[in-house]
């Protein structure tokens, strides 16, 4: 039975309505005994905003009453907070920022915040782990043991492609022993050293790091790393709002609902701390915290309740399980009489058992004849949410982080096959987290895959602008080189004059004609194609993007017409030699004299076969 107790009840303001859209219905404004109908409206403070057919009109909330029809409730979505405000409640510590210091959307396992300099290259940065198995001290002790090491070291490399001489010791803040670190790193993705300092503190079952990352040997201006890394606090155990409370003891939160409720707040009553009221009460929800019972149990013994009354009328219309945020909820919706009235009401509500062990019961009643009143209690049931859960998502990070360490790993031993498999486990879950698309265009590039590696690098470039992409030369001159490492120098010829085309820069000439004169090399080798095969082919090598007009493969292509001259000319094909002598004079300039000079020797040649 819950005991009721009245200690405090704390009146807020009216929630705003058009929290989720501005909702449509009628206006009924009540001193002139007038209505505005099929107008939208939306509630400012005290004020109401209403839109009609001749303009905006404000009035006083409390000198109208707000009718919102019925299918527009419905066409609300359900209320819902962003992905990483409801993580932000989820671990209730937070980073506070210096000034100036702008947050940015790293997406990445196990980060939850993190935020940039003004202007030199350090971060401040929010990572949550499970909490380890060893114990924080009561006092800082002067060493810290193996056990603390090792797990310490281990979410490090959760976090980054390689970790280097960590230094850990125990320090106090505030009273508390946490847990102080430095560590050199590369981060996934790049070759870059930062160097890392952080502190690491415990709360519930997690295990947070406040890091400030800064490149190596930075100097950092302004606050120095110690004021940097004390910038966190805990959001307060009961928070109000215009849209939303929250109840982090009991880990809950309730959303804004729809048009004019009232919330009543009672946050020293644990038994219960909640109460919301529609208008002069036609609708209300009350938040309930039993002491025993399960929550099947609770919405069995509602019904029974009702079957008890014997009002004559009794619609059992839903009881029903399902999970939300990690929580498995009974919901229940039945119609009835309420004992001693005349007036139909709906009777709706969600019980569960939370981790920690409450049992909470959301008890709502609505009167049916108020036309929207019953589906605006049922959607202010559906923004009811639960911290603690599903730890925000921390098993799937704890996935997605291992299997890019996994990568790391893979990629040392030269297992690309195993790292791509690997990476994409992990953006799977993490499908922006830039440095692992980037780290799977490696492993694909080292493969020979040079299609995947241009894909992985244009699809980075989505999610993060300043990503090199796909098209650009540096992309082309990392294919090509991996082409001549495999002895493949017809691609690398093609990846080469692409990144000379998108760039003009003369060292990717160069590499192009080293690679043209390697291409002619292989050629060569070739005993079973045709010499002339063998001089067309690399000439379709140095066509590429009009190549062949740049002095640097005219090099090439001449020394190739003279060996192709002089070889017709030793088996006698003195047509075929004129050919070639016609294709090195075609090359213009100086090879034009060098053209002229051939074809005098080759006419020799045949001139001596003739005598």
């Known amino acids: 039975m819950v005991v009721r107790l009245l200690l405090i009840a704390l009146s807020l303001p009216v929630l705003a309505g058009g929290a989720w859209g501005m909702p449509r219905g009628t206006v009924l404004i009540r001193g002139l005994r007038k209505e505005l109908s099929s107008v939208e409206w939306e509630v400012v403070g005290q004020q109401v905003k209403v839109k009609t057919s001749r303009g905006v009109r404000w009035f006083e909330l409390d000198e109208v009453e707000l009718i919102p029809d019925v299918d527009s409730v419905d066409r609300a979505a359900p209320p819902a907070l962003k992905p990483a405000e409801h993580a932000r409640l989820q671990r209730r510590l937070v980073l506070v920022p210096p000034e100036g210091w702008r947050p940015v959307g790293f997406q990445q396992p196990l980060l939850a915040e993190a935020y940039k300099h003004p202007s030199q290259e350090a971060y401040l940065e929010l990572w949550i782990t499970p909490a380890g198995d060893y114990r924080f001290p009561s006092e800082p002790s002067r060493s810290v043991d193996t056990a603390v090491l090792r797990d310490a070291s281990a979410a490090m490399s959760l976090r980054y492609a390689s970790a280097q001489r960590p230094q850990f ?89 729809r048009g004019p409720w009232t919330l009543l707040a009672r946050p020293f009553a644990r038994t219960e701390p909640l109460h919301v009221t529609r208008g002069s009460g036609e609708a209300e929800l009350t938040v309930e915290v039993l002491q025993s019972g399960t929550p099947q149990g609770i919405a069995d013994t509602v019904v029974a309740d009702h079957k008890k009354q014997n009002s004559g009328f009794l619609e059992v219309k839903a009881v029903e399980r399902s999970t939300r945020d990690g929580q498995e909820v009974v919901f229940y919706r039945l119609d009835d009489y309420p004992v001693g009235k005349r007036e139909l009401h709906t009777f709706m509500g969600i019980a569960l058992r939370t981790p920690a062990g409450r049992l909470l019961h959301f008890r709502g009643v609505a009167a049916v004849g108020d ?93 993060d602008p300043s990503v090199e992409g796909a098209n650009g030369p540096e992309a082309y001159a990392e294919e090509a080189k991996l082409a001549e490492a495999a002895r493949d120098y017809e691609q690398a010829c093609r990846s080469w004059a692409t990144a000379y085309d998108k760039s003009s820069d003369a060292a990717y000439l160069k590499s192009f004609s080293r690679a043209l004169n390697s291409y002619w090399t292989e050629l060569k080798k070739d005993k079973e194609e045709s010499y002339e095969r063998k001089v067309r082919a690399l000439e379709d090598a140095a066509e590429i993007q009009n190549l062949d007009r740049e002095d640097e493969v005219k090099k090439v292509l001449a020394s190739v017409y003279t060996s192709a001259a002089n070889q017709a000319k030793a088996e006698k094909d003195y047509s075929k030699a004129f050919r070639y002598a016609s294709k090195l004079k075609s090359l213009r300039g100086d090879y034009r004299d060098q053209g002229d000079k051939l074809r005098d020797q080759i006419k020799a040649a045949k001139d001596r076969d003739r005598k």
């Open 169 to 257: 010791s125990w320090v106090e803040v505030a009273g508390k022993t946490l847990l102080h670190g430095k560590v050199a790193v590369e981060v996934f993705g790049s070759d870059e050293r930062w160097e890392v300092e952080e502190l690491r503190l415990r709360h519930g079952d997690l295990e947070f790091a406040i890091a400030l990352r800064t490149q190596d040997k930075l100097k950092l201006s302004g606050a120095t790393s110690e004021e940097l890394l004390r910038r966190f606090s805990f959001l307060p155990p009961v928070e109000e709002s215009e849209d939303r409370y929250v109840d982090h003891e009991l880990g809950f939160y309730l959303l804004a609902p």
């Open 371 to 463: 036309g929207a009143a019953p589906e605006e209690l049922k959607l202010m049931l559906s923004g009811v949410r639960f911290l603690d859960g599903d730890k925000g998502g921390l098993d799937e990070d704890l996935e997605a982080a291992k299997a890019a360490s996994e990568a790391q790993e893979r990629m040392k031993v030269k297992d690309y096959a195993g790292a791509i498999s690997a990476l994409d486990r992990c953006l799977d879950i993490y499908p922006a987290y830039v440095p692992a698309i980037l780290f799977r265009a490696e492993a694909k590039k080292a493969s020979a895959d040079f299609t995947g590696y241009r894909e992985d690098l244009a699809l980075a470039q989505e999610y």
